[in-house]
């Protein structure tokens, strides 16, 4: 099962930004995953990648 890393901090997600909604392939694998405004994740960064857990379903997601 995947899990948040012992460092990932935990947030709510108040908004996604203008560049964030227009980036369709992204809104929806977040949205997919249960990363939407009002949602509560932990996020870790490691070099130029992020992941974001979802705090409501057993999914992350990478960024760049």
């Known amino acids: 099962a995947l899990s948040a890393t012992p460092d ?3 947030f709510v997600i108040r908004r996604l930004g203008e560049t ?3 980036d369709t ?3 929806a694998r977040l ?3 249960g990363v939407v ?3 509560g994740v932990s ?3 490691e070099n130029a ?3 974001i857990f979802s705090d409501s379903r057993i999914s992350s997601i990478r960024t760049r």
């Open 37 to 39: 405004p009002g949602s």
């Open 31 to 33: 949205a997919a995953a």
């Open 20 to 22: 964030v909604q227009t």
């Open 25 to 27: 392939d992204l809104m």
């Open 8 to 10: 990932a901090e935990k």
């Open 43 to 45: 996020a870790s960064r």
């Open 49 to 51: 990648c992020s992941t």
